[in-house]
């Protein structure tokens, strides 16, 4: 098993648990973003920036214990 710090942002934040800005969570070693995703019962098809331990990174990357990772939606801007 493995943990990684969790944040999200925007609108994504309603599915942080306890209204929590930064949780952690465990998940089975060589997880990906996408498997980490589906547990937190996120709509996988509107997570569109990915950032881990501060670089940017696609939906395949496999997390490491410790990760720091912060999910982003679509945001729209002008």
């Known amino acids: ?6 944040q999200l942002y925007a609108w994504l934040e309603k599915f942080t648990p306890a209204g929590e800005k930064i949780f952690e969570i465990e998940l089975q070693l060589d997880s990906t973003v996408l ?18 331990n501060g670089t940017q990174q696609k939906k395949k990357a496999i997390l490491r214990d410790g990760d720091e990772v912060k999910l982003f939606p679509l945001i729209a801007g002008g």
């Not at 098993?1 to 969790?6: D, L, S, T």
């Not at 980490?36 to 990915?50: D, G, R, S, Y």
């Open 1 to 6: 098993m493995i943990k990684v710090k969790i």
């Open 35 to 52: 498997d980490l995703i589906a547990k937190l019962n996120l709509p996988a098809e509107k997570v569109t920036l990915i950032i881990i």
